[in-house]
């Protein structure tokens, strides 16, 4: 008389510590599903997938050890539909990346380059602290001028045109560019005395 095999799911219910409290069991249900559905097929997905230099055999025997401490931990929920087999084989997948990070070969930067980089970085972030130092300056110069020196300086700051200005301060455009010149050289003296 010839005993046929367990089906699928009753092989991966006796893996199951929280359906068969056997360890022994347990262990044999491993070994049956290793041989019989599980070990060959995850090492052709390793076989077809591991482009690192590990061993296709290193990361089967990882990802069973993973698998088997997962479930024993617990933390294998099944899902009917889905076989116990795409669940070792993901662990599979994650262990081939694992794989290609610790193997990954980082190439020493050229020193000059890195030198270059630095001083590029350094004049990039002196330019902007020189060009927010400017704009404080001419800020505390403006609040020293006239009030329509300043407002002219303002507007010609905010793109306004001489005509806009005269409009909008109800003066005639030479008042403006007087306003706008003695403005300019009043903040230049400014800042060659200060």
Sequence with gaps: MMVQP???????SRLLPSNNHSPEDRARAWAEWHRR?????????I?????TAEAHEDILQDALMTAYVEVEKGHYEHRAGIPFTAYVKGIARNKIREA???NRRWEPLD???LLRVGERAARELETV???????RALRRGLAQLPD??????????SGESLSEIAARLDMTE??????KHRGLRRLQQMTLLG
């Design 6 to 12: 367990e089906s699928d799911e009753a092989l991966v």
């Design 37 to 45: 559905l599980g070990g060959q097929a995850v090492l052709n997905y």
């Design 47 to 51: 076989r077809g997938a591991n482009n």
């Design 100 to 102: 290609r990070r610790r």
């Design 111 to 113: 020193e000059v380059i």
């Design 129 to 135: 602290f020189d060009r927010r130092e400017e704009r």
């Design 148 to 157: 329509r020196r300043r407002q002219v300086l303002e507007g010609i700051l």
């Design 174 to 179: 030479e008042n403006v560019r007087q306003h």
